[in-house]
């Protein structure tokens, strides 16, 4: 199995709403990764997760919370977001920090 | 923080070799090389990855100069299902002395191969 899933697929929410995005992968990869993607232009990495611990963090905004429960699950709890949040987000995973990752498909997200 | 530079697009024929040369002055002596593609509303998947010299895969060629301020991503023979965009990716998400480590997406190049 080399697929790493995302859900939801797409997700319209408001500015007071609290939603969370899940990926899952079944590699036995020990690297999780949560990116952001405008149209047209490259993804930015905001959290890394490695060993289940949070590893990274971008300097993202507080309305963005990550979890990482395990080390097939990869949670983005998201919160009082602004319009301007509206993007792909993509969930990749690597067998460890500075290996080859594995994205998902994304969760297209609008806000609303 | 090692920024890269590509072309924003390419065009190409099928059956073509295509060359994508990605500039990154300040590479760090850790920082590794890597290659995306990505179509239209999926993630991106991941080419080739090099730290100095050529490396090759069942895909790719990736050429790395002694001096590392730039790289090639060679595909050899592209068809219609090459078009897509490819990113350049310099940084290390290892460092040591606790410092944080990044990764950088370059801006990418689309790549239009026509029949």
């Known amino acids: 199995d080399t697929e790493v899933t995302q859900t939801p697929k797409h997700l319209v929410m408001g500015m007071t709403n609290k939603k969370s995005l899940k990926c899952e992968q079944h590699m036995g990869h020990r690297a999780m990764y949560w990116y952001k993607q405008k149209a047209k232009k490259p993804p930015e990495l905001m959290f890394v997760?490695?060993?289940?611990?949070?590893?990274i963090n971008e300097s993202v905004p507080s309305r963005f919370s990550p979890e990482c429960p395990n080390s097939s699950l990869l949670n983005l709890h998201l919160h009082a977001l602004q319009p301007e949040d509206s993007a792909l987000y993509l969930c990749?995973?690597?067998?460890?920090?500075?290996?080859?990752?594995?994205f998902g498909p994304g969760t297209r997200l609008t806000v609303t | 923080l090692a920024k890269t530079t590509q072309p924003i697009s390419m065009d190409s024929y099928e059956g073509q070799e295509v060359n994508i040369t990605c500039s990154h002055n300040n590479i760090a002596t850790n920082d590794y090389i890597t290659w995306y593609q990505q179509f239209p509303s999926q993630g991106p998947r991941f080419i080739i990855q090099g730290y100095k010299t050529k490396v090759t895969n069942e895909v790719a060629s990736l050429f790395i100069p002694a001096d590392r301020k730039s790289s090639t991503l060679s595909l050899p023979r592209v068809s219609l299902s090459d078009t897509a965009v490819y990113y350049c990716l310099v940084g290390d998400l290892v460092l040591s002395g606790g410092s944080q480590g990044n990764l950088i997406f370059g801006k990418g190049t689309k790549l239009s191969v026509k029949p």
């Open positions: 990749a995973s690597s067998q460890a920090l500075t290996y080859e990752q594995y």
């Open positions: 997760y490695s060993y289940e611990k949070l590893s």
